[in-house]
């Protein structure tokens, strides 16, 4: 993947106005990947990077491929408590953290593993040992079925899983998107999002890479950052918090976007509101699509075509997609069920753990994706609900169990209910409802900065309401869809 030695046309494009080209970043890749080989890493370990997105960390994405060895990026918001469990269930043979948290990281690595640093500006040990290595570097074969990341989902029972996606699912979904989306080497990609995601990392990097184009490079979302380097982009992916926020800017107008040709929107649901807002002020019509960790991008609305607000679009070519009841059939047209895929861009399973991948990946290669959803005459998708209580805020997935664990043990809960409840500027947020032991008067705030250590801060409660008791039915579960309807107006009135 990628552009041919000698191309001197741009690739990342900074925020100070320097340039990589692709051949630079070709062999900025090439002089990684043979430091990985020095350092013992071998075609099929694991390279973990927990680190802030730069250049010199995609590079490291890419001469972890090139080094025939599976990368795993980890958010930079995980605690050390939940780094030290992918680790111990990955066991990558070089962990790459920011320098400022090495020693902690260091604690839990054994003799085996080694631990080189990387900074938001391209600095650490991983750089300096590099410089010593030549830029070039073949290739080492790899199959398409072979293993090329494992990215960590939010378990609900706790217990995060590790999807595998190999080298054939990263690249049959570029191609399929690169042609879906009509993206050419003259695009220039805005690229704000992080890069431990599947959005970012290989819906957004993969299909510029691929096409030749151009990204600009920003480190995070930033609306000042955004409105000034919009009149220099052709395209943009994101997420709705960042169709929200651009909203909110007087300055954000249709001469800024003139030269724009494409916005995408994924991750997370839009509001029609937000569609209708959007169109109203640019022009354009944000491009919804739906994917996941595990399948990466399985629908997509129609470059040309009619772009329906609320839905997801249609399956993209080489997707099969069928909706299914209870009873494992497929329902009628407009009947909602659970939302099932197949196809190459569908992920090998989970690291190491066989009966889950039984549960949700049949011999025949259909997924149950957990997602609830409807299908009209037209194919076109709409996702209804989500099954399992997943919560999805500001683009990351939240997992109510994970969270729960965490707050029952604080002194003075008797239990807990996470839940996600719709906001402006999130799509949904996390909050925890919380039934208090007898005599105990816990306070919100304290229980909020009580997870600071425990979880990572796109996981923690936006807001806590301390109940006596949680509503139940009559076996004896808690009903969240209840509290989901009680606090819907918790960060002001819901629109759709």
């Not at 000698?6 to 051949?23: C, K, M, N, V, Y």
Request: net charge negative; hydrophobic share 40%; glycine share 10%.
């Amino acid at each position: 993947m990628g552009s041919c030695r000698g191309d001197d046309r741009a690739a990342l494009i900074l925020p100070d106005g320097r340039t990589i080209s692709h051949d630079a970043l070709h062999l900025l890749s090439g002089r990684l990947a043979n430091l990985l080989v020095s350092e013992g890493v071998k075609p099929g370990d694991r390279v973990a990077a927990q680190v802030e997105k730069s250049p010199e960390a995609f590079a490291l994405y890419l001469a972890t491929l090139r080094a025939g060895a599976v990368f795993l990026p980890l958010n930079p918001a995980y605690t050390s408590a939940e780094i030290a469990y992918f680790v111990g269930d990955a066991e990558p043979a070089l962990v790459v953290c920011d320098p400022a948290r090495a020693e902690q990281r260091a604690r839990f690595m054994d003799g085996d593993k080694r631990l080189m640093t990387l900074d938001a500006e391209g600095k650490g040990s991983l750089m300096d040992a590099a410089i010593s290595h030549s830029e070039a570097h073949w290739p080492i074969p790899r199959e398409g079925r072979d293993l090329a990341a494992i990215l960590y989902t939010s378990g609900t029972t706790g217990r995060s899983k590790g999807a595998m996606l190999s080298h054939d699912n990263l690249l049959s979904n570029a191609r399929v998107l690169m042609d879906a989306w009509r993206f050419t080497s003259n695009d220039v990609l805005l690229h704000a999002l992080p890069i431990f995601h599947t959005h970012g990392l290989f819906v957004a990097g993969n299909v510029a890479l691929l096409s030749g184009g151009a990204m600009i490079w920003l480190p995070k979302f930033d609306a000042d950052a955004i409105i000034r380097m919009l009149p220099r982009a052709t395209a943009m992916m994101g997420v709705p918090t960042f169709y929200t926020r651009l909203l909110d800017r007087a300055d954000f107008d249709r001469d800024l976007v003139s030269r724009m040709r494409l916005f995408t929107s994924g991750s997370a649901p839009m509001l029609a509101e937000t569609h209708r807002a959007f169109t109203d002020r640019t022009g354009h019509r944000i491009l919804e699509r739906y994917g996941m960790t595990e399948t990466n991008m399985s629908t997509s609305n129609p470059y040309e075509g009619d772009r329906r607000a609320g839905t997801v679009g249609l399956p993209l070519p080489g997707v099969e997609l069928r909706i299914v009841g209870s009873d494992g059939r497929t329902v009628s047209e407009g009947e909602v069920g659970m939302i099932e895929v197949r196809g190459g861009n569908v992920f090998l399973g989970y690291w190491r753990m066989p009966e889950k991948t039984a549960e949700d990946l049949a011999a025949d290669g259909w997924f149950t994706t957990g997602d609830l959803g409807t299908q009209d005459a037209d194919g076109y998708v709409t996702i209804v609900g989500r099954g399992k209580d997943l919560v999805i805020s500001g683009g990351f997935n939240v997992y109510p169990k994970e969270v729960e664990e965490q707050i029952d043990r604080i002194d003075g809960v008797l239990e807990s209910a996470v839940i996600g409840v719709p906001h402006p500027d999130l799509g949904e947020a996390v909050v925890a409802i919380i039934a208090r032991r007898p005599g105990a008067d816990p306070d919100p705030q304290a229980l909020i900065d009580g997870l600071a250590d425990r979880l990572a801060r796109f996981k923690q409660p936006r807001k806590v309401v301390i109940v006596d008791e949680l509503p139940r039915n009559t076996m004896g579960k808690v009903q969240k869809a209840a509290l989901r309807a009680e606090y819907a107006n918790l960060f002001g009135p819901a629109s759709g």
